[in-house]
């Protein structure tokens, strides 16, 4: 293992972990089975619309757990960051990877964050493009630091396979949907029908988790998104650590 980053890698090694954990505790909450068929009434009263509706929140734990792995990968650039720093005799408290707002944005905070940087880190992290409008996967390990735990994860239910119903009896109208999830109300509508109406039905339903309205990652899986930024980040720190030695900086 490399003598240098270690500090770095340490937190790469955290955010694996924050990760498996969030895994383990999605898949033991929707192995329980949160949720149950449900028959209500619509809003005028006329029909009854069958769903599978979940019933339990989701744990509390996951949203920090995703919080808790962004904050590790952020920290982990900075770390890379500050001992480029250190061996370039250039170190202070301003020191920070250079996330910004735009590519118009980032010289200016390549000027303050990377002070005094070896000329060619500095081009290397321009090159990187952390910010909105460039590297939209790096750009969001900032943005899921900096923003709220409300909605960041959300329910989503996903069909596997056609909706089979094994007996139907319809006493009048009824409109039978192709599944689809509300992920305001976390429930999967699947029929509409006359009050009384008797419906069998084989409909087998995968849980899972997403991103809520975070920008890039909104409506995407939580976990493989996770693994990609955990990929990434780690590419940063060993790519900065290749052109550090190239140049010279490390030995």
């Known amino acids: 293992m490399s003598a240098r980053f270690v500090s770095a890698r340490e937190r ?27 028959a ?18 989701l ?15 952020r920290a982990a650039l900075d770390l890379v960051a500050y001992e480029i720093a250190e061996a370039a005799n250039c170190a202070s408290t301003k020191v920070h990877f250079p996330f910004c ?5 980032i010289d200016s905070r390549l000027g303050s964050a990377c002070k005094n940087f070896p000329k060619e880190i500095t081009a290397f992290f321009k090159r990187l493009q952390p910010y909105e409008g460039g590297d939209g996967l790096l750009w969001s390990v900032n943005e899921l630091c900096i923003t709220s735990k409300h909605k960041l994860i959300v329910p989503v239910g996903t069909v596997v396979g056609p909706l089979e119903f094994s007996t139907l009896k319809v006493e009048g ?14 429930e999967l509508t699947i029929a509409r ?30 976990s493989p998104i996770l693994h990609a930024l955990l990929g990434k980040v780690s590419g940063i720190v060993d790519r900065t650590e290749a052109e550090a030695i190239r140049i010279g900086l490390f030995k």
């Open 12 to 38: 790469l090694s955290w955010a694996e972990e924050e990760i498996a954990d969030l895994e383990r505790v999605t898949r033991d909450f929707f192995t329980s089975k949160p949720y149950n068929p449900v």
């Open 40 to 57: 209500e009434p619509d809003d005028k009263g006329v029909y009854e619309i069958h769903k599978i509706k979940l019933v339990k929140p």
């Open 59 to 73: 744990p509390r734990m996951l949203s920090g757990r995703t919080i808790k792995t962004a904050e590790d990968l």
């Open 101 to 105: 707002r735009s590519s118009g944005d």
């Open 173 to 186: 109208t009824g409109q039978f949907y192709m599944p689809w999830w509300n992920g305001e109300k976390n």
């Open 193 to 222: 029908t006359l009050p009384g109406t008797k419906i069998e039905y084989n409909l087998q339903v995968t849980f899972n988790i997403a991103f809520g309205k975070i920008k890039v990652v909104e409506g995407q899986p939580v």
